[in-house]
Nanobody, 120 residues
Framework: VRVVESGGGLVQPGGSLRLSCAVH????????MGWFRQTPGSQRELVAA???????NYTDSVKGRFAISRDNAKDTVRLQMNSLKPEDTAVYYC???????????????WGQGTQVTVSS
């Protein structure tokens, strides 16, 4: 299984970025997909997640600014990030899982991460 992310980069505060992720090679249906982020010396944080039925949840700091969406037919997930702040700077990881009953941070498949830097 390959998880391929794209869309990171450098953006000024207040700007927008869209991250995309595609999952290739699963033999089972994907239930949840999520975006996590991590900065040096910090634990990985769940930013947003979406179920196969479209239910979403977000960490408080991104509510109203970020939007997660997915295409079940293509096994893809996107994260639209608006009104970006310097504190959003991190490596962003895409994750997917086919296993049910896992904890919020327990995903089966992970991407390698894409850097998002918010700076003037």
């Amino acid at each position: 299984v390959r998880v391929v992310e794209s869309g990171g980069g450098l953006v000024q505060p207040g700007g927008s970025l869209r991250l995309s992720c595609a999952v290739h090679g699963t033999s089972l249906p994907i239930n949840d997909m999520g975006w996590f982020r991590q900065t040096p010396g910090s634990q990985r944080e769940l930013v947003a997640a979406i179920t196969d039925s479209g239910a979403t949840n977000y960490t408080d700091s991104v509510k109203g600014r970020f939007a997660i969406s997915r295409d079940n037919a293509k096994d893809t997930v996107r994260l639209q990030m608006n009104s970006l702040k310097p504190e959003d700077t991190a490596v962003y990881y895409c994750a997917a899982r086919t296993t049910y009953g896992l904890g919020p941070y327990e995903y089966d498949y992970w991407g390698q991460g894409t850097q998002v830097t918010v700076s003037s």
